[in-house]
């Protein structure tokens, strides 16, 4: 769409008229005046643009006189908004938009009584066009032996939430079930497969250093108590000294319980 150039007189013509004026009562008044057919968006944008706004102004704040509401009471009855906007346009000489109407209506509960829902025995307007496609589209359609752009082949790697993983799939579903942690498929597959109720935690706490001697499996509880009191170290020996400190703790924590200590 080519954009209105704005003549200096225009411009000026904004700016007086700027003040206490909605921005379409400002687009009807310039558009009498100059013969044009700009929108509200492009006079709220060169206001804004030579910095003319003065005073409070608000977008399609109309404030509706007596004679117009009482218009829209009598005769917006089993009309629509489109068709009641363009009545009230028609009568008034405006050229307010179908949302303004709409609210206008609606902050007054002023309604069209109209059911609009769907009755037994109407028929849709889709019926009978199930599988229904526009001639020449099948041109661009997906064929089996396509393969998508964004497709790597199993044993790719990626990183997610700062954790490498490797996709062990091209069939699983859901789809991010074909994708797992780097970490625990090493694990699993020397030490099997990582029972309920535990995680696999990297003692150092890099997550981009996945060795065997860096990993190990723990009690998610005991995990929890590491992450709560900031035990995991850059340290792989500190870590696992402050692990088999909080087993202990974990440890005593469920005898009290159990013997309601």
């Not at 694990?187 to 860096?214: A, C, Q, S, Y």
């Amino acid at each position: 769409m080519k954009q209105h150039k704005y003549t200096p007189e225009q411009i000026q013509f904004i700016k007086k008229n700027v003040r206490g004026r909605t921005y379409a009562e400002l687009t009807i008044l310039f558009n009498n005046c100059f013969g044009a057919s700009i929108t509200g968006a492009s006079v709220k944008w060169i206001v804004f643009r030579y910095g003319l706004l003065e005073g409070k102004l608000k977008y399609n704040t109309h404030k509706y006189t007596p004679e117009q509401i009482k218009f829209l009471q009598k005769n917006i009855k089993d009309r629509s908004f489109a068709d009641i906007t363009k009545l009230f346009n028609d009568h008034f000489n405006l050229n307010f938009p179908e949302k303004s109407i709409k609210t206008a209506c609606t902050y007054r509960r002023i309604t069209n009584d109209r059911d609009t829902r769907f009755k037994p025995g109407c028929v849709s307007h889709n019926k009978g066009m199930k599988g229904f496609n526009i001639p020449g589209s099948e041109k661009s359609w997906f064929k089996n032996e396509d393969v998508p752009w964004n497709w790597q082949p199993v044993g790719s790697e990626r990183t997610n939430n700062g954790y490498i993983e490797i996709k062990i799939s091209d069939t699983l579903m859901p789809k991010y079930k074909r994708w797992r942690a780097k970490h625990i498929v090493m694990w699993e597959e020397v030490h099997g497969k990582v029972p309920k109720g535990h995680v696999v935690v990297f003692l150092d706490t890099d997550r981009m250093n996945i060795t065997l001697n860096n990993l190990l499996m723990i009690p998610r509880d005991v995990h929890g108590i590491m992450c709560n009191k900031k035990l995991y170290t850059d340290n792989i020996e500190e870590t696992k000294a402050n692990i088999l400190m909080c087993k202990i703790k974990s440890k005593i924590g469920k005898l009290k319980r159990k013997n309601g200590g």
